[in-house]
């Protein structure tokens, strides 16, 4: 039942989004900066790794239409870009991006043969929370922590409950209703990093706060729905001068959290 919603669901945003990023993400913001993180951060990662880009193996795991990879072909010439997906409607999207050094094939992240090697970088972009259940997320980790090369990083960008229950505390105390979870989601909880942790992945300093959408939130998703004028949302001046305004990680408001994540060496 939970392939049969993730399926449905994937094979129909791919018929009305095609290519484009939001795709996955109809929140603009969120996917330029998920996207603007994770390349900065494949980048550091290199260069602490000390390997080229042309030397470089990078297997972004449920990659979508191929957006994110596209977007990282830009900024790592010659760099070897492969990506596993689940969907047979997006694979066929993202296998339309024909550029040099990436490869696009479908994959089930909870079966380790899908992916046959092992990569300097793995990156999830919410995609481990389209696992309906515990025991296939845990899964997935242990796939990913095998796929990742001894001092290599995994670059995860994926919801939590803690801080959805955080926004949605916010949302309640000023009489708005809670923004639930998607069907198609199961967000992870912070217990879920210790079980990375003994599966030889530690947590290391990102580019980025893992916090970083938090205010992009909190305005989006509570302040700009008590600025409501007529029936619309405050104008775009107020909007702009708060999202200008603030430091991107006030508080604890975004499901979305950035983490990185470095293998032990053998």
């Known amino acids: 039942m939970s392939d049969k919603i993730i399926l449905e669901h994937y094979a129909k945003l791919s018929k009305g989004w095609g290519l484009q990023g939001q795709m996955s993400m109809q929140d603009k913001v969120v996917r330029e900066r998920e996207t603007a993180f994770i390349t900065k951060q494949t980048q550091h990662c290199l260069r602490t790794l000390g390997v080229a880009p042309e030397q470089a193996v990078v297997l972004d795991v449920g990659c979508g239409n191929g957006y994110l990879l596209a977007a990282l072909w830009e900024e790592l010439a010659g760099a070897d870009l ?70 290599g990083f995994y670059i995860m960008v994926e919801s939590f409950q803690e801080p959805w229950t955080e926004m949605n505390a916010a949302r309640r ?86 983490r990185v994540f470095q293998k032990d060496c053998i």
């Open 173 to 258: 105390e000023n009489n708005l209703p809670e923004v639930p979870i998607s069907s198609h989601n199961r967000y992870l909880k912070e217990p879920c990093i210790d079980t990375l942790g003994s599966l030889g992945l530690r947590t290391v300093p990102g580019v980025e706060a893992q916090n970083a959408l938090s205010s992009h939130f909190f305005l989006s998703r509570v302040f700009q729905h008590l600025l409501i004028q007529d029936g619309r949302p405050a104008s775009e001046r107020v909007w702009q001068f708060f999202a200008e305004g603030l430091p991107p990680d006030v508080g604890n408001y975004s499901p979305i959290l950035f």
């Open 82 to 151: 492969r990506g596993i997906e689940f969907v047979p409607e997006l694979v066929a999207v993202a296998q339309t991006r024909t550029l040099p050094g990436l490869n696009i094939q479908q994959g089930d992240m909870r079966v380790r043969d899908c992916f046959k090697q092992q990569a300097h970088i793995v990156i999830t972009e919410r995609s481990v929370v389209n696992l309906l259940s515990w025991e296939e997320q845990k899964a997935a980790f242990e796939n990913i922590a095998g796929w990742i090369k001894p001092g």
